[in-house]
């Protein structure tokens, strides 16, 4: 018997004229209006995959922006993850999606930025070991496009979610004793503290120093982690109240997922200091 279109909609017509109508069609099924999908796999068979969130706190435990994230971890090795981000002190609204290799080394990035409820610039990002390049469109420059010459091949791309500065962590190299070691190789989107420019490529000036201080046990209310602490030692710079500006994360591994943070000297309130926290995690 040969099926076209025409006579499987002919078929279907007659199945509901004669009361058959789609339960005729799925006669086989035993299907009931509101009941949930089967689930054939506990896990996603395409992916492994993190979500989460985290909340930013000000100095007077106000809560101050969030952060909702994912990570997909695919069979090729590749890794990417997506952050929405909301910084309530000067509006500033972020999309980020990041891919990376499977030792967590940059391949491309997207994002968009809003201030203040309006946008401000989105970009796409590309590294390889030689080069970065950048197409931007954004309301200060318009269109560009940008190649950066790279020295040494980048480790890292910050594009300023707390889930990304995290992942930056990989770079500490554990398989030596030094406890205080240097990083370059560094790119970002935007030089200011809250990403609020850009986005537009930009790579760190001199050496970054991490000092690690080890294993702890941190408790939020998304649960309880065996967390590695990194430290970034003091800088010359001061906030108004004469802090000393210094920053603190403590971060799973071998995922390199944010569990708690700490920021001191850097923010627009009485202090300068800020806590971030993971408050919904689901792996």
């Known amino acids: 018997m040969k099926l076209d279109r025409r006579s499987i909609l002919t078929a279907a017509t007659a199945l509901a004229a004669a009361g058959g ?29 993190i979500t989460g969130k985290m909340l930013y706190i000000g100095d007077e435990n106000n809560e101050r922006g969030r952060e909702w994230f994912s990570y997909s971890f695919r069979e090729d090795g590749q890794i990417t993850v997506r952050a929405y981000t909301e910084i309530d ?13 499977d030792k967590f080394r940059p391949l491309d990035c997207f994002v968009r930025v809003t201030v203040r ?18 197409e ?17 091949p980048a480790v890292h791309l910050g594009s300023h979610p707390l889930v990304v500065d995290a992942i930056g962590t990989h770079t500490f190299d554990h398989s030596k004793p030094e406890k205080i070691q240097k990083r370059t190789g560094g790119l970002s989107t935007s030089p200011t503290l809250d990403g609020s420019t850009g986005p537009f490529i930009s790579v ?43 920053q603190d994360m403590w971060v ?32």
């Open 21 to 49: 109508g789609a339960r005729s069609v799925y006669a086989q099924s035993d299907y009931t209006p509101g009941t949930p999908p089967k689930t054939f796999a506990k896990k996603n068979p395409l992916a492994r995959n």
């Open 89 to 101: 002190d000067g509006r500033v609204e972020r999309d980020v999606i990041y891919t990376m290799t």
């Open 117 to 134: 409820g309006k946008f401000v610039g989105t970009g796409w990002v590309r590294v390889t070991d030689k080069q970065a390049e950048c």
């Open 136 to 152: 931007v469109f954004n309301v200060t420059m318009g269109r560009v496009s940008q190649v950066v010459p790279l020295d040494v």
């Open 204 to 246: 760190s000036s001199g050496e970054s120093v991490t000092e690690y201080k080890g294993i702890e046990t941190v408790k939020t209310s998304a649960g309880t982690f065996e967390a590695h602490h990194y430290h970034w030692p003091s800088q010359d710079r001061r906030h108004p109240s004469g802090n000393v500006r210094s």
């Open 252 to 283: 799973t591994h071998p995922d390199y997922t944010f569990v708690r943070g700490e920021v001191r000297g850097y923010l627009n309130n009485k202090t300068g200091f800020g806590r971030y926290e993971l408050v919904e995690y689901n792996a």
